[in-house]
């Protein structure tokens, strides 16, 4: 059984920043890449950042690209997500997921365990 854990998210104003972490454990098959997805109201799920198994790589959507930074600690287990510079547009149910393979895939079919879900909510 795997489990993902996340934390961090909140009500911020925008410009603010929040910092989203997600711990892996269980029985996941070594090694893989990690990535973060978020929702928003009324729509569809959508890749934000990946890392890969070994750190090397690491994929933004474009939106989101010189604002946020994904990371990974030496264990590997727990990725994190820095948000700076939020914007409202920015608010959205936020999750973390362990990839299938080693390499970053932006396509949600690509990831195997999800975890619940951490709201992000950014004020004009």
């Known amino acids: 059984q795997v489990q993902l854990v996340e934390s961090g998210g909140g009500l911020v104003q925008a410009g603010g920043s929040l910092r989203l972490s997600c711990a892996a454990s269980?029985?996941?098959?070594?090694?893989?890449?990690m990535g973060w997805f978020r929702q928003a109201p009324g729509k569809e799920r959508k890749f934000v950042a990946g890392?890969?198994?070994?750190?090397?790589?690491?994929k933004y959507v474009e939106v989101v690209k010189g604002r946020f930074t994904i990371s990974r600690d030496g264990a590997r287990n727990t990725v994190r997500l820095q948000m700076n510079s939020l914007k409202p547009e920015d608010t959205a149910v936020y999750f973390c997921a362990v990839g299938a393979s080693p390499d970053v895939s932006e396509l949600s079919y690509n990831y195997a365990c999800w975890g619940q879900g951490t709201q992000v909510t950014v004020s004009s």
């Open positions: 269980g029985r996941i098959t070594w090694p893989y890449s």
């Open positions: 890392i890969s198994w070994n750190v090397n790589s690491m």
